[in-house]
């Protein structure tokens, strides 16, 4: 039976590298792969992008509730997508800022129609809070791994620290995608050192 598969980390893990080197080797072997992530967090719209340079192409790009629409019915979709061919895996980035009900349709690929998922996403926020999409990965999947990426100090980092104009800010709002680098950057950090930068003088933490 198909597995749904989280691979979580802090940011800059490596996850969108490694979901973009999972659709490489799947493709490369003649294998079908389908796509999703939530379109809030494209850098580049219809495609995700890793920190190395390396971009692929989003099959179906996911929305959550507005006030003009609902969310978007993910396993609806995929089948609206796929039609009759056959799917190997499905390979989801950014999974933390999907809904617990798309995180449920997910697990429907998995077991209901017997295919591979694997989601990709962060653990908690910058308040370091799980994220609802994450929350519900952890409850469901079937395996869980972590991804391992390194804190300035060189402990392992845990947490997502974010600066703005150079100044720590993890207050509201707390989605801010990053498209100006010159304005915001997130950092990787372990708990000490989100710690020390929390109290720092001018930093705004809620
Ligand atoms: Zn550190």
Redesign the pocket.
Known sequence: MAKLNFYYGAMNCGKSDTMISTAYNYTENGLTVVTMMPELSMRKAGYTTSRAGKEWPIDIATRLANEDSPETDIYAAYHQFIGNHAVHCVLVDEANFMSAGQIEALEQIAKVDNTSVIAYGIRTNIQRQLFEGTKRLFELADRVEKMVTM?????Q?EFNGRFVDGTFHVGEPIVWIDNDPTRVRYQS??????REQSQQPGAINA
């Open positions: 804190c300035t100090c060189g402990d980092a950090l372990c708990g000490n050192c989100y």
